[in-house]
């Protein structure tokens, strides 16, 4: 059992530093205002999976083989010994940040010390992480029960004296409800609004962003980068309903941002939810994607994939 806490900490440890790059490359691409956030949002996905998945192909001209140069070593987990052209190959690497272990199979530490602190730090990751995981499984659980008592107005809309603001709750069965007080509003932007955050099941992605975040809590930057990506949610959120708008309605759109207080749920997909100045200055500013912008956004998706997806080979 202390084996095993040890030695998961320790790639836990190497993906934390890993994912840490590589979303601050996300980052410096966000800085980028051409880039569509719905573009962003998908570039997130990157960083999200190296935080989980410490196994990878290699990649010659990706920006692990850069950074082995200098400060990592590289750890075959299973080579085949033949490759398919110049660019792919099949063995499969690890990325070893730490280079803490003489053996990794199963890992053996250069230094009692070392193995004594990762033995200690891998049981106090995962009590916080799991009482972490926990707090936020209530938190859920605490939220879909209280939605139970909001009244059906129309087909998936619902409305509740215990929200704020209109959001989206649940996951499998997804309902829209807003507050009592605003039920005879003109919601139409509204529920374009959730209803584009049901389609691209931006509940689900919520919940799997907090759960990486709680597996990396010891990380300050990981809830950096989770509260940006749940603020890239709503503003590809935004740029998906306004990609069916036209000039007028994009005023209206904007207008109706600012009628309606921000949500303060943590589970749910708020139409008040980010920073409403910088969506407002988005969606003021924003152009329909052209096929050229569209073409440009699938290959930068495609370049950003192998470079920080690969292992160094």
Known sequence: MTQAVSSIFYWVFNMSIV???????????????????RVIRIL????????????????????????????????????????????????LYLTNSVIGAAEYFPIVYKTNLLENLFTVSGFIWISVAAAIIIALGVIYFTTMKEMKSAVMIKNGVYVSDKVTSPAVYGIFRPKIVVPSNDAERDLTFVLMHERAHIKAADNFWRIVAFFIAALHWFNPLAWIFLKLFLSDIELACDERVLSKCTAEQKKQYAGALLDFAPSKSVFSSAFGGAKIRTRIENILSYKKMTVISAIGSALLIAAAVYTLLTNAS
């Open 44 to 91: 997130w996905v990157i960083p999200a999976i190296r935080a989980v998945v410490p196994v990878f192909f290699g990649g010659r001209y990706g920006l692990m083989s850069l950074i082995s140069r200098f400060a990592t070593k590289t750890v075959v987990v299973y080579e085949s010994g033949w490759s398919i052209g110049e660019f792919l190959t099949p063995d």
């Open 19 to 37: 994912s840490t790059v590589v979303g601050g490359v996300i980052v410096l691409l966000r800085l980028i205002k051409k880039i569509p956030r």
